[in-house]
């Protein structure tokens, strides 16, 4: 049987994603910047749930699911904030704004997928953040995180959530990054 990689997120709008761009090409001059895998401008977004690989049979319900999920929520602000990192491994920006009702959300669009027959095996703690790069090897990210510690995007209302497609790099070529499609996309609230 076919199946799709895909995964549940909050995309930030164009002038959100512009604002981080321009903070994080700053980045891109500091020591040791080239040998970080920046993640592309075009696939930024906030995971809220990470699926897997789905059977394309349990999409049809997993999408009235999730619509059900994207209904309940009602629209809420949020904005980009600050940096982090997980270790030596991964470099990001964070959320601030409406984190409850993002978490909420998170955990909807969770059981959407538990209930649609996705076994969610691959469950990680919740923790909002949009990667920025990573590294393969440990490296001392602390530099970038606290060049792009400052940073305070303006505020948005996330007004839909999406599931999206990733499609892995088949090439080889080392260094190539995955694609992402929106698969489909709902509205929040009624
Ligand atoms: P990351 O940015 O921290 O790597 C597409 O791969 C998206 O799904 C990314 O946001 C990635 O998080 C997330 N993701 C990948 N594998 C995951 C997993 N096992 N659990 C939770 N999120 C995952």
């Known amino acids: ?61 997993l999408h009235t699911r999730l619509a059900r999920a994207a209904r309940r929520t009602e629209p809420f602000p949020l904005r980009l904030h600050g940096a982090g990192r997980f270790g030596g491994r991964a470099l990001w920006t964070g959320a601030a704004g409406a984190l409850d009702t993002l978490r909420l959300l998170a955990e909807r669009a969770d059981a959407a997928a538990r209930r649609s027959g996705v076994p969610m095996d ?3 703690r919740y923790s909002p953040h949009l990667t920025l790069a990573r590294s393969r090897t440990e490296t001392d990210l602390r530099p970038f995180a606290e060049a792009l510690g400052g940073f305070e995007g303006t505020s948005w209302q996330v ?32």
């Open 1 to 61: 049987m076919s199946s799709l990689r895909l995964f549940v997120a909050v995309l930030p709008p164009e002038p959100a994603v512009q604002e981080l761009r321009r903070a994080v090409s700053a980045l891109h001059a500091l020591p040791g910047a080239d040998r970080l895998r920046w993640t592309a401008v075009p696939n930024w977004h906030f995971t809220l749930a990470f699926l897997g690989n789905v059977d394309e049979e349990l999409l049809p319900e």
């Open 122 to 124: 691959e469950h990680r």
């Open 159 to 190: 007004g839909e959530v999406a599931l999206v497609r990733s499609n892995l790099p088949v090439s080889g070529v080392s260094g190539e990054r995955p694609r992402y499609e929106v698969h489909a996309s709902w509205a929040l609230g009624r």
